[in-house]
Protein backbone atom coordinates (compact mmCIF):
# COMPACT_ATOMS: atom_id res chain seq x y z
CA UNK A 1 0.00 0.00 0.00
CA UNK A 2 1.42 3.40 -1.00
CA UNK A 3 1.38 6.34 1.37
CA UNK A 4 0.72 8.69 -1.87
CA UNK A 5 -2.28 11.25 -1.17
CA UNK A 6 -5.50 10.92 -3.43
CA UNK A 7 -6.71 14.07 -4.89
CA UNK A 8 -10.34 14.83 -4.60
CA UNK A 9 -12.86 16.97 -5.95
CA UNK A 10 -16.74 16.60 -5.02
CA UNK A 11 -18.55 18.81 -7.75
CA UNK A 12 -22.51 19.04 -7.39
CA UNK A 13 -23.74 21.13 -9.49
CA UNK A 14 -27.41 22.77 -8.59
CA UNK A 15 -29.38 23.51 -11.67
CA UNK A 16 -33.69 24.15 -12.70
CA UNK A 17 -34.66 25.26 -16.01
CA UNK A 18 -36.58 28.88 -15.93
CA UNK A 19 -40.07 27.42 -15.18
CA UNK A 20 -41.49 30.69 -15.09
CA UNK A 21 -43.99 31.54 -17.89
CA UNK A 22 -41.68 35.02 -18.81
CA UNK A 23 -44.81 36.99 -19.60
CA UNK A 24 -47.33 36.42 -16.50
CA UNK A 25 -44.46 35.70 -14.24
CA UNK A 26 -46.02 32.66 -12.90
CA UNK A 27 -44.26 29.69 -12.34
CA UNK A 28 -45.71 26.45 -14.02
CA UNK A 29 -44.03 24.04 -12.24
CA UNK A 30 -42.64 24.42 -8.08
CA UNK A 31 -39.48 22.48 -8.51
CA UNK A 32 -37.01 25.21 -7.80
CA UNK A 33 -38.55 26.40 -4.48
CA UNK A 34 -38.82 22.37 -3.56
CA UNK A 35 -35.39 21.51 -3.74
CA UNK A 36 -34.52 24.75 -2.29
CA UNK A 37 -35.98 24.15 0.79
CA UNK A 38 -34.75 20.02 0.57
CA UNK A 39 -31.42 19.61 -1.24
CA UNK A 40 -29.64 23.12 -1.77
CA UNK A 41 -30.42 23.90 2.13
CA UNK A 42 -29.19 20.07 2.85
CA UNK A 43 -26.21 20.31 0.82
CA UNK A 44 -24.71 23.40 2.60
CA UNK A 45 -25.39 22.46 5.92
CA UNK A 46 -23.54 19.00 5.51
CA UNK A 47 -20.24 21.60 3.98
CA UNK A 48 -20.78 23.94 7.20
CA UNK A 49 -21.18 20.69 9.35
CA UNK A 50 -17.83 19.72 8.64
CA UNK A 51 -14.86 22.27 9.05
CA UNK A 52 -12.82 19.62 6.65
CA UNK A 53 -14.56 19.15 3.69
CA UNK A 54 -14.24 21.04 0.75
CA UNK A 55 -16.44 20.76 -2.72
CA UNK A 56 -17.07 22.33 -6.25
CA UNK A 57 -20.73 23.74 -5.96
CA UNK A 58 -21.70 24.56 -9.58
CA UNK A 59 -25.14 26.60 -10.33
CA UNK A 60 -26.79 27.94 -13.05
CA UNK A 61 -27.41 31.44 -13.28
CA UNK A 62 -31.57 30.91 -14.29
CA UNK A 63 -31.54 28.97 -10.87
CA UNK A 64 -30.30 31.25 -8.75
CA UNK A 65 -32.44 34.01 -10.44
CA UNK A 66 -35.65 31.97 -9.77
CA UNK A 67 -34.45 31.75 -6.09
CA UNK A 68 -34.04 35.49 -5.59
CA UNK A 69 -37.94 35.81 -7.26
CA UNK A 70 -39.17 33.50 -4.82
CA UNK A 71 -37.51 34.80 -2.04
CA UNK A 72 -39.16 38.27 -2.93
CA UNK A 73 -42.61 36.87 -3.93
CA UNK A 74 -42.73 35.31 -0.41
CA UNK A 75 -41.54 38.72 1.49
CA UNK A 76 -44.07 40.27 -0.53
CA UNK A 77 -47.07 38.19 0.79
CA UNK A 78 -45.86 37.94 4.30
CA UNK A 79 -45.23 41.14 4.50
CA UNK A 80 -48.01 43.04 2.21
CA UNK A 81 -50.30 40.45 0.85
CA UNK A 82 -49.39 40.53 -2.49
CA UNK A 83 -50.48 37.54 -4.05
CA UNK A 84 -47.68 34.76 -4.84
CA UNK A 85 -47.49 33.66 -8.63
CA UNK A 86 -47.00 30.17 -8.12
CA UNK A 87 -49.96 28.16 -7.65
CA UNK A 88 -48.71 25.32 -5.10
CA UNK A 89 -47.55 27.50 -2.84
CA UNK A 90 -50.35 30.25 -3.01
CA UNK A 91 -52.72 27.43 -2.45
CA UNK A 92 -50.86 27.04 1.50
CA UNK A 93 -52.05 30.48 1.98
CA UNK A 94 -55.56 30.81 0.78
CA UNK A 95 -57.93 31.27 3.56
CA UNK A 96 -59.99 28.87 1.88
CA UNK A 97 -59.60 25.66 -0.65
CA UNK A 98 -61.13 26.52 -3.91
CA UNK A 99 -64.79 24.53 -4.41
CA UNK A 100 -63.38 23.97 -8.37
CA UNK A 101 -63.27 20.44 -8.74
CA UNK A 102 -60.87 20.85 -11.58
CA UNK A 103 -58.37 22.81 -9.26
CA UNK A 104 -58.77 20.31 -6.16
CA UNK A 105 -57.96 17.33 -8.33
CA UNK A 106 -54.80 19.28 -9.92
CA UNK A 107 -53.62 20.05 -5.87
CA UNK A 108 -54.06 16.25 -5.40
CA UNK A 109 -51.87 15.54 -7.97
CA UNK A 110 -49.86 17.74 -7.84
CA UNK A 111 -49.58 16.87 -3.98
CA UNK A 112 -48.27 13.37 -4.56
CA UNK A 113 -45.37 14.28 -6.72
CA UNK A 114 -42.96 12.72 -4.33
CA UNK A 115 -40.84 9.52 -4.00
CA UNK A 116 -43.36 6.78 -2.86
CA UNK A 117 -41.25 4.83 -0.09
CA UNK A 118 -38.76 8.04 0.77
CA UNK A 119 -40.84 10.57 1.15
CA UNK A 120 -44.87 9.20 1.50
CA UNK A 121 -44.50 6.02 3.13
CA UNK A 122 -42.06 7.46 5.82
CA UNK A 123 -45.07 9.23 7.18
CA UNK A 124 -48.15 7.34 7.96
CA UNK A 125 -50.02 10.54 8.50
CA UNK A 126 -49.40 11.69 4.50
CA UNK A 127 -49.63 8.35 3.01
CA UNK A 128 -52.68 7.79 4.61
CA UNK A 129 -53.55 11.37 2.81
CA UNK A 130 -52.35 10.18 -0.23
CA UNK A 131 -53.85 6.68 -0.60
CA UNK A 132 -57.39 8.12 -0.50
CA UNK A 133 -56.11 10.66 -3.00
CA UNK A 134 -55.52 7.53 -5.09
CA UNK A 135 -58.49 6.33 -4.91
CA UNK A 136 -60.33 10.06 -5.44
CA UNK A 137 -58.20 10.40 -9.08
CA UNK A 138 -59.76 7.14 -9.62
CA UNK A 139 -63.63 7.90 -8.46
CA UNK A 140 -63.07 11.47 -9.76
CA UNK A 141 -67.04 12.56 -8.94
CA UNK A 142 -66.05 11.92 -5.11
CA UNK A 143 -63.75 15.09 -5.11
CA UNK A 144 -67.10 17.27 -4.57
CA UNK A 145 -67.30 15.82 -1.50
CA UNK A 146 -64.08 16.12 -0.07
CA UNK A 147 -63.70 19.09 2.99
CA UNK A 148 -61.40 21.63 2.88
CA UNK A 149 -59.31 20.02 5.74
CA UNK A 150 -58.10 17.18 3.84
CA UNK A 151 -57.26 19.15 1.38
CA UNK A 152 -55.16 21.73 3.66
CA UNK A 153 -53.92 18.33 5.55
CA UNK A 154 -52.28 16.95 1.79
CA UNK A 155 -50.39 20.16 1.45
CA UNK A 156 -49.12 21.02 4.68
CA UNK A 157 -47.91 17.38 4.67
CA UNK A 158 -46.76 17.78 1.11
CA UNK A 159 -44.40 20.56 1.92
CA UNK A 160 -43.15 18.97 5.02
CA UNK A 161 -42.02 15.85 3.27
CA UNK A 162 -40.15 18.11 0.79
CA UNK A 163 -38.34 19.74 3.67
CA UNK A 164 -34.76 18.74 4.10
CA UNK A 165 -33.46 16.12 6.75
CA UNK A 166 -31.60 19.39 8.12
CA UNK A 167 -34.44 21.50 8.71
CA UNK A 168 -36.79 18.92 10.27
CA UNK A 169 -33.75 18.00 12.74
CA UNK A 170 -33.24 21.58 13.35
CA UNK A 171 -36.27 23.58 13.34
CA UNK A 172 -38.61 23.47 15.79
CA UNK A 173 -41.62 24.78 14.19
CA UNK A 174 -41.12 22.20 11.42
CA UNK A 175 -41.13 19.44 14.46
CA UNK A 176 -44.18 20.88 16.02
CA UNK A 177 -46.14 20.29 12.50
CA UNK A 178 -44.82 16.97 12.09
CA UNK A 179 -46.28 15.82 15.54
CA UNK A 180 -49.28 16.92 15.01
CA UNK A 181 -49.50 15.51 11.90
CA UNK A 182 -53.93 16.72 11.12
CA UNK A 183 -56.12 19.31 11.33
CA UNK A 184 -53.97 21.72 10.27
CA UNK A 185 -54.93 25.38 10.30
CA UNK A 186 -54.83 28.91 8.09
CA UNK A 187 -52.21 29.56 10.71
CA UNK A 188 -50.28 26.82 10.40
CA UNK A 189 -50.18 26.60 6.65
CA UNK A 190 -49.24 30.94 6.67
CA UNK A 191 -46.21 28.89 9.06
CA UNK A 192 -44.71 26.88 6.38
CA UNK A 193 -45.06 29.43 4.39
CA UNK A 194 -42.72 31.76 6.99
CA UNK A 195 -40.11 28.71 6.67
CA UNK A 196 -39.99 28.93 3.23
CA UNK A 197 -39.32 32.55 3.35
CA UNK A 198 -36.69 31.69 5.54
CA UNK A 199 -34.65 28.69 3.55
CA UNK A 200 -35.23 30.81 0.42
CA UNK A 201 -33.87 34.22 1.86
CA UNK A 202 -30.44 32.58 3.35
CA UNK A 203 -29.56 29.99 0.80
CA UNK A 204 -27.66 31.78 -1.39
CA UNK A 205 -25.52 33.86 1.36
CA UNK A 206 -24.81 30.40 3.11
CA UNK A 207 -22.55 29.87 -0.46
CA UNK A 208 -21.05 32.39 -0.78
CA UNK A 209 -20.64 32.25 2.96
CA UNK A 210 -18.24 29.31 2.37
CA UNK A 211 -16.87 30.49 -0.55
CA UNK A 212 -15.68 33.35 1.26
CA UNK A 213 -13.91 31.22 4.13
CA UNK A 214 -12.14 29.19 1.21
CA UNK A 215 -14.20 26.24 2.09
CA UNK A 216 -15.93 25.82 -1.36
CA UNK A 217 -15.40 26.95 -4.94
CA UNK A 218 -18.13 28.56 -6.91
CA UNK A 219 -18.50 27.87 -10.38
CA UNK A 220 -20.88 28.84 -13.47
CA UNK A 221 -23.10 27.43 -16.16
CA UNK A 222 -24.25 29.78 -19.43
CA UNK A 223 -26.99 31.43 -18.55
CA UNK A 224 -30.06 29.35 -19.68
CA UNK A 225 -28.18 26.14 -19.73
CA UNK A 226 -27.68 25.87 -23.17
CA UNK A 227 -25.54 22.65 -24.94
CA UNK A 228 -22.96 25.07 -26.53
CA UNK A 229 -21.15 22.72 -28.79
CA UNK A 230 -24.37 22.01 -31.14
CA UNK A 231 -25.09 25.61 -31.24
CA UNK A 232 -21.57 26.35 -32.46
CA UNK A 233 -21.54 23.38 -35.09
CA UNK A 234 -24.68 21.10 -34.73
CA UNK A 235 -22.70 18.72 -37.37
CA UNK A 236 -20.31 18.42 -33.54
CA UNK A 237 -22.78 15.53 -32.63
CA UNK A 238 -20.97 12.98 -35.51
CA UNK A 239 -17.80 12.94 -33.82
CA UNK A 240 -19.47 10.72 -31.16
CA UNK A 241 -21.80 9.22 -33.15
CA UNK A 242 -21.19 9.05 -36.71
CA UNK A 243 -24.41 7.99 -38.03
CA UNK A 244 -26.34 10.40 -36.23
CA UNK A 245 -30.02 11.85 -38.13
CA UNK A 246 -29.66 15.51 -37.09
CA UNK A 247 -32.67 18.43 -37.37
CA UNK A 248 -33.40 19.25 -41.46
CA UNK A 249 -31.22 22.55 -40.56
CA UNK A 250 -27.41 23.06 -41.44
CA UNK A 251 -26.45 24.64 -38.31
CA UNK A 252 -28.29 26.84 -35.34
CA UNK A 253 -28.47 30.71 -36.89
CA UNK A 254 -25.93 32.76 -35.18
CA UNK A 255 -24.88 29.98 -32.54
CA UNK A 256 -21.28 31.58 -31.65
CA UNK A 257 -23.35 35.12 -30.80
CA UNK A 258 -25.54 33.25 -28.68
CA UNK A 259 -23.10 31.07 -26.83
CA UNK A 260 -21.09 34.06 -25.98
CA UNK A 261 -24.20 36.26 -24.58
CA UNK A 262 -25.18 33.28 -22.59
CA UNK A 263 -21.75 33.20 -20.87
CA UNK A 264 -21.77 37.16 -20.51
CA UNK A 265 -25.12 36.99 -18.91
CA UNK A 266 -23.92 34.21 -16.92
CA UNK A 267 -21.43 35.69 -15.64
CA UNK A 268 -22.57 38.77 -15.00
CA UNK A 269 -25.58 37.03 -12.95
CA UNK A 270 -22.87 35.30 -10.95
CA UNK A 271 -21.47 38.81 -10.36
CA UNK A 272 -24.59 39.81 -9.22
CA UNK A 273 -25.33 37.08 -6.62
CA UNK A 274 -21.90 36.32 -5.32
CA UNK A 275 -19.74 39.87 -6.17
CA UNK A 276 -16.60 38.19 -7.47
CA UNK A 277 -15.66 36.09 -10.77
CA UNK A 278 -16.19 32.60 -11.00
CA UNK A 279 -12.60 30.77 -12.70
CA UNK A 280 -14.80 27.47 -13.54
CA UNK A 281 -17.47 26.49 -15.84
CA UNK A 282 -19.48 23.41 -15.48
CA UNK A 283 -20.65 23.68 -19.35
CA UNK A 284 -24.70 22.56 -19.36
CA UNK A 285 -24.46 18.73 -19.21
CA UNK A 286 -20.73 19.16 -19.35
CA UNK A 287 -21.03 19.37 -22.84
CA UNK A 288 -17.77 20.25 -24.91
CA UNK A 289 -15.97 20.36 -28.40
CA UNK A 290 -12.62 22.09 -29.33
CA UNK A 291 -14.06 25.03 -30.08
CA UNK A 292 -16.26 24.97 -26.90
CA UNK A 293 -13.48 25.13 -25.21
CA UNK A 294 -11.60 28.10 -26.68
CA UNK A 295 -14.86 30.02 -26.75
CA UNK A 296 -14.74 29.46 -22.59
CA UNK A 297 -10.92 30.43 -22.81
CA UNK A 298 -11.62 33.76 -24.65
CA UNK A 299 -14.20 34.53 -21.35
CA UNK A 300 -10.99 33.89 -18.88
CA UNK A 301 -12.14 30.61 -17.31
CA UNK A 302 -9.00 28.47 -15.78
CA UNK A 303 -10.96 25.38 -16.25
CA UNK A 304 -14.28 23.19 -17.41
CA UNK A 305 -15.15 19.84 -17.25
CA UNK A 306 -17.03 16.95 -18.47
CA UNK A 307 -17.42 13.48 -18.77
CA UNK A 308 -15.19 10.34 -18.49
CA UNK A 309 -16.28 8.85 -21.41
CA UNK A 310 -15.72 12.23 -23.32
CA UNK A 311 -12.21 11.78 -22.28
CA UNK A 312 -11.88 7.88 -23.17
CA UNK A 313 -13.53 8.56 -27.16
CA UNK A 314 -10.87 11.46 -27.29
CA UNK A 315 -7.83 9.27 -25.94
CA UNK A 316 -8.86 6.86 -28.93
CA UNK A 317 -9.34 9.46 -31.48
CA UNK A 318 -5.79 10.68 -30.40
CA UNK A 319 -4.72 7.35 -30.44
CA UNK A 320 -2.01 7.92 -27.43
CA UNK A 321 -3.26 4.69 -25.84
CA UNK A 322 -5.95 3.13 -23.46
CA UNK A 323 -3.04 3.37 -20.92
CA UNK A 324 -2.88 6.73 -20.25
CA UNK A 325 -4.00 7.83 -16.87
CA UNK A 326 -7.01 9.72 -16.68
CA UNK A 327 -7.28 10.64 -13.35
CA UNK A 328 -5.75 14.11 -13.64
CA UNK A 329 -6.79 17.42 -16.02
CA UNK A 330 -6.28 17.69 -19.58
CA UNK A 331 -5.33 20.49 -22.06
CA UNK A 332 -6.02 20.63 -25.59
CA UNK A 333 -3.00 21.13 -27.38
CA UNK A 334 -2.00 24.66 -26.37
CA UNK A 335 -5.11 26.33 -25.04
CA UNK A 336 -4.64 27.71 -21.73
CA UNK A 337 -7.89 26.31 -19.97
CA UNK A 338 -8.09 22.64 -17.99
CA UNK A 339 -10.47 20.27 -18.23
CA UNK A 340 -11.56 17.79 -15.73
CA UNK A 341 -13.27 14.74 -16.45
CA UNK A 342 -15.54 13.02 -14.17
CA UNK A 343 -15.15 9.65 -12.88
CA UNK A 344 -18.73 8.12 -14.14
CA UNK A 345 -18.47 4.66 -12.25
CA UNK A 346 -17.95 6.50 -8.76
CA UNK A 347 -20.32 9.35 -9.90
CA UNK A 348 -22.94 6.74 -10.84
CA UNK A 349 -22.32 4.43 -8.11
CA UNK A 350 -23.55 7.83 -5.90
CA UNK A 351 -26.56 8.14 -8.26
CA UNK A 352 -28.12 5.14 -8.85
CA UNK A 353 -26.61 2.37 -6.36
CA UNK A 354 -25.54 3.90 -3.21
CA UNK A 355 -29.02 4.54 -2.52
CA UNK A 356 -30.09 1.13 -1.64
CA UNK A 357 -26.99 0.52 0.75
CA UNK A 358 -26.74 1.53 4.53
CA UNK A 359 -24.68 4.81 4.61
CA UNK A 360 -21.56 3.30 5.98
CA UNK A 361 -21.26 0.36 3.56
CA UNK A 362 -21.70 2.86 0.93
CA UNK A 363 -19.35 5.75 2.46
CA UNK A 364 -16.42 2.47 2.86
CA UNK A 365 -17.28 1.31 -0.43
CA UNK A 366 -16.18 4.43 -2.40
CA UNK A 367 -13.23 5.16 -0.18
CA UNK A 368 -11.81 1.17 -1.05
CA UNK A 369 -12.72 2.46 -5.19
CA UNK A 370 -10.56 5.81 -4.15
CA UNK A 371 -7.16 4.06 -2.21
CA UNK A 372 -7.18 1.52 -5.19
CA UNK A 373 -7.30 4.07 -7.62
CA UNK A 374 -4.53 5.95 -5.28
CA UNK A 375 -2.21 2.33 -5.33
CA UNK A 376 -2.84 1.75 -8.90
CA UNK A 377 -1.83 5.08 -10.09
CA UNK A 378 2.00 5.90 -10.68
CA UNK A 379 1.26 9.56 -9.75
CA UNK A 380 -1.06 11.70 -7.16
CA UNK A 381 -4.04 10.81 -9.01
CA UNK A 382 -6.95 13.61 -8.69
CA UNK A 383 -10.46 12.06 -9.03
CA UNK A 384 -13.26 14.00 -9.93
CA UNK A 385 -16.69 13.28 -9.22
CA UNK A 386 -19.20 15.23 -10.58
CA UNK A 387 -22.93 14.81 -9.89
CA UNK A 388 -26.44 16.71 -10.16
CA UNK A 389 -26.83 18.50 -7.07
CA UNK A 390 -30.48 17.92 -6.10
CA UNK A 391 -32.33 14.40 -7.66
CA UNK A 392 -30.47 11.77 -5.88
CA UNK A 393 -31.30 12.02 -2.49
CA UNK A 394 -34.36 11.49 -2.76
CA UNK A 395 -34.07 7.83 -3.31
CA UNK A 396 -31.91 7.85 -0.18
CA UNK A 397 -33.19 7.04 3.32
CA UNK A 398 -33.73 10.36 4.85
CA UNK A 399 -32.83 12.77 1.83
CA UNK A 400 -29.11 11.08 1.92
CA UNK A 401 -28.26 12.89 5.37
CA UNK A 402 -26.73 9.61 6.96
CA UNK A 403 -24.81 8.87 3.62
CA UNK A 404 -23.55 12.82 2.78
CA UNK A 405 -22.50 13.09 7.10
CA UNK A 406 -20.42 9.96 6.93
CA UNK A 407 -19.18 11.25 3.06
CA UNK A 408 -17.83 14.52 3.91
CA UNK A 409 -16.57 13.18 8.04
CA UNK A 410 -14.32 10.06 7.10
CA UNK A 411 -13.22 11.87 3.12
CA UNK A 412 -11.85 14.56 5.21
CA UNK A 413 -10.27 12.77 8.41
CA UNK A 414 -8.64 9.79 6.00
CA UNK A 415 -5.14 10.33 5.84
CA UNK A 416 -4.87 9.17 2.29
CA UNK A 417 -7.31 11.65 0.49
CA UNK A 418 -7.51 15.02 0.42
CA UNK A 419 -10.51 16.83 -0.93
CA UNK A 420 -9.33 19.85 -2.76
CA UNK A 421 -11.22 21.87 -5.87
CA UNK A 422 -10.63 22.35 -9.51
CA UNK A 423 -8.84 25.95 -8.81
CA UNK A 424 -6.71 24.89 -5.85
CA UNK A 425 -5.52 22.04 -7.55
CA UNK A 426 -4.63 24.02 -10.57
CA UNK A 427 -3.16 26.77 -8.04
CA UNK A 428 -1.14 24.11 -6.18
CA UNK A 429 2.66 23.46 -6.35
CA UNK A 430 2.44 20.77 -9.30
CA UNK A 431 -0.89 20.02 -10.62
CA UNK A 432 0.28 17.05 -12.86
CA UNK A 433 -1.86 17.77 -16.27
CA UNK A 434 -2.18 15.98 -19.95
CA UNK A 435 -2.71 16.81 -23.59
CA UNK A 436 -4.71 15.34 -25.82
CA UNK A 437 -4.43 15.96 -29.10
CA UNK A 438 -7.74 15.88 -30.43
CA UNK A 439 -11.25 16.47 -28.66
CA UNK A 440 -14.43 14.58 -29.68
CA UNK A 441 -16.92 16.38 -28.85
CA UNK A 442 -19.84 15.34 -26.23
CA UNK A 443 -21.37 15.64 -23.12
CA UNK A 444 -21.50 13.34 -19.57
CA UNK A 445 -24.55 11.42 -20.30
CA UNK A 446 -22.81 8.59 -22.80
CA UNK A 447 -20.02 10.43 -23.61
CA UNK A 448 -22.53 11.71 -26.64
CA UNK A 449 -25.51 14.58 -27.34
CA UNK A 450 -27.92 11.71 -27.79
CA UNK A 451 -29.55 12.94 -25.11
CA UNK A 452 -30.75 16.47 -26.59
CA UNK A 453 -30.32 15.77 -30.68
CA UNK A 454 -30.79 12.57 -33.18
CA UNK A 455 -34.29 11.19 -31.62
CA UNK A 456 -36.99 12.39 -34.05
CA UNK A 457 -38.99 14.62 -31.52
CA UNK A 458 -35.47 15.76 -30.27
CA UNK A 459 -34.27 17.23 -33.85
CA UNK A 460 -38.33 18.74 -34.23
CA UNK A 461 -37.70 20.95 -30.77
CA UNK A 462 -34.22 22.09 -33.07
CA UNK A 463 -36.26 22.81 -36.15
CA UNK A 464 -38.82 25.07 -34.13
CA UNK A 465 -36.06 27.03 -32.21
CA UNK A 466 -34.05 27.29 -35.43
CA UNK A 467 -37.68 29.16 -36.80
CA UNK A 468 -37.98 31.34 -34.03
CA UNK A 469 -34.55 32.24 -33.87
CA UNK A 470 -34.71 33.41 -37.77
CA UNK A 471 -37.88 35.15 -36.84
CA UNK A 472 -35.47 37.01 -33.94
CA UNK A 473 -32.70 38.11 -36.73
CA UNK A 474 -35.51 39.25 -38.59
CA UNK A 475 -36.73 41.60 -36.69
CA UNK A 476 -33.52 42.68 -35.03
CA UNK A 477 -32.16 43.50 -38.49
CA UNK A 478 -35.13 45.10 -39.53
CA UNK A 479 -34.86 47.57 -36.21
CA UNK A 480 -38.75 46.33 -35.32
CA UNK A 481 -37.15 46.44 -31.32
CA UNK A 482 -36.60 48.95 -28.69
CA UNK A 483 -33.93 48.67 -26.62
CA UNK A 484 -36.18 47.40 -23.77
CA UNK A 485 -38.04 44.90 -26.26
CA UNK A 486 -34.60 43.80 -27.25
CA UNK A 487 -33.31 42.79 -23.80
CA UNK A 488 -36.75 41.11 -23.31
CA UNK A 489 -36.61 39.34 -26.38
CA UNK A 490 -32.70 38.32 -26.11
CA UNK A 491 -33.48 37.04 -22.32
CA UNK A 492 -36.82 34.84 -23.60
CA UNK A 493 -34.51 33.35 -26.77
CA UNK A 494 -32.01 32.52 -24.02
CA UNK A 495 -34.91 30.43 -22.00
CA UNK A 496 -36.17 28.89 -25.30
CA UNK A 497 -32.25 27.92 -26.34
CA UNK A 498 -31.88 25.42 -22.67
CA UNK A 499 -31.07 22.16 -22.52
CA UNK A 500 -33.65 20.89 -20.17
CA UNK A 501 -36.57 21.15 -22.91
CA UNK A 502 -34.10 18.75 -25.27
CA UNK A 503 -33.70 16.76 -22.27
CA UNK A 504 -37.50 15.49 -21.63
CA UNK A 505 -38.19 15.14 -25.57
CA UNK A 506 -38.96 11.84 -26.75
CA UNK A 507 -41.10 8.11 -26.03
CA UNK A 508 -38.44 7.14 -23.66
CA UNK A 509 -39.54 9.46 -20.96
CA UNK A 510 -42.17 9.38 -18.39
CA UNK A 511 -45.33 10.95 -19.95
CA UNK A 512 -46.34 13.05 -17.54
CA UNK A 513 -42.52 14.61 -17.11
CA UNK A 514 -42.93 15.20 -21.43
CA UNK A 515 -46.11 16.61 -21.19
CA UNK A 516 -44.91 19.40 -19.12
CA UNK A 517 -41.50 20.01 -20.31
CA UNK A 518 -42.84 20.21 -23.93
CA UNK A 519 -45.83 22.58 -22.86
CA UNK A 520 -43.28 24.88 -21.19
CA UNK A 521 -41.36 24.44 -24.52
CA UNK A 522 -44.03 25.76 -26.57
CA UNK A 523 -45.53 28.08 -24.10
CA UNK A 524 -41.29 29.31 -24.19
CA UNK A 525 -41.73 29.73 -28.20
CA UNK A 526 -44.99 31.72 -28.45
CA UNK A 527 -43.98 34.33 -26.19
CA UNK A 528 -41.07 35.03 -27.95
CA UNK A 529 -42.97 35.48 -31.26
CA UNK A 530 -45.55 37.56 -29.24
CA UNK A 531 -42.19 39.63 -28.23
CA UNK A 532 -41.26 40.32 -31.62
CA UNK A 533 -44.63 41.28 -32.45
CA UNK A 534 -45.68 38.22 -34.53
CA UNK A 535 -48.69 35.40 -34.10
CA UNK A 536 -46.92 32.05 -33.21
CA UNK A 537 -47.46 29.32 -35.79
CA UNK A 538 -50.10 27.12 -35.59
CA UNK A 539 -47.76 23.89 -35.08
CA UNK A 540 -46.96 25.57 -31.61
CA UNK A 541 -50.49 25.07 -30.42
CA UNK A 542 -50.65 21.36 -30.94
CA UNK A 543 -48.20 18.65 -29.23
CA UNK A 544 -45.32 17.04 -30.95
CA UNK A 545 -43.88 14.50 -28.46
CA UNK A 546 -45.28 12.45 -25.53
CA UNK A 547 -43.70 9.91 -23.35
CA UNK A 548 -44.80 6.42 -21.97
CA UNK A 549 -41.19 5.16 -20.61
CA UNK A 550 -39.84 3.95 -16.83
CA UNK A 551 -36.00 5.06 -17.08
CA UNK A 552 -34.30 5.10 -13.73
CA UNK A 553 -35.11 7.63 -11.26
CA UNK A 554 -38.13 8.97 -12.98
CA UNK A 555 -35.84 10.08 -15.78
CA UNK A 556 -34.23 13.15 -13.94
CA UNK A 557 -30.99 11.60 -14.16
CA UNK A 558 -28.98 9.58 -16.54
CA UNK A 559 -25.98 7.40 -16.19
CA UNK A 560 -22.89 8.38 -17.60
CA UNK A 561 -21.88 4.79 -18.39
CA UNK A 562 -24.41 3.25 -20.86
CA UNK A 563 -25.73 -0.02 -19.33
Same mark, same amino acid.
Given at each position: ??????? #????????????????????? *????? !????????????? #??????????????????????????????? #???????????? =???????????? @?????? #????????????????? =? %?????????????????????? =???????????? !????????? $?????????????????????????????????????????????????????????????????????????????????????????????????? $? =?? %?????????? +????? @?? &????????? !???? +? /????????????????????????????? %???? &???????????? *???????????????????? !???????????????????????????? @???????????????????????????? %? &???????????????????????????????????????????????????????????????????????????? &?????????????????? /???????????????????????????????????????????????
Amino acid at each position: MSDKKLK #LVLCWHMHQPEYRDMQSGEFK *LPWTY !LHVIKDYVDMVAH #LEAVPGAKAVVNFAPILLEQIEDYSNQVNGY #LHDRIAIKDPLL =AALVEPSVSADP @EKRLKL #LRDCRKANRERQIERYP =A %FRKLTKMADWIEAHQDSVNYLN =AQFISDILVWYH !LVWMGETVK $LNDNRVKRLIEKGSGFSLHDRIEIVEIIRDLLSKVIYRYKALARKGRIELSVTPYAHPIMPLMLEIDSAREAMPGVTLPGISHYPGGEERVRWHLQKG $L =AT %FRHFFGFEPQ +GCWPS @EG &SISQRTLEV !LADF +G /FKWAASGGNVLHNSIRASAVGEAVAVHRP %FKLG &SAEIACFFRDDG *LSDLIGFEYSKWHADDAVAD !LIQHLENIADYEPQTPLVSIIMDGENAW @EYFPDNGYHFLSALYKRLSEHPRIELTT %F &SDYLDSAAPQSGSLPKLVAGSWVYGTFSTWIGDADKNCGWEMLADVKNAFDKAVANGKLSEQQLAAAQVQLGVCEG &SDWFWWFGDYNPGEAVSD /FEKQYRLNLSNLYRLLGEEPPPYLALSFTQGSGSPAMGGAMRRGLQI
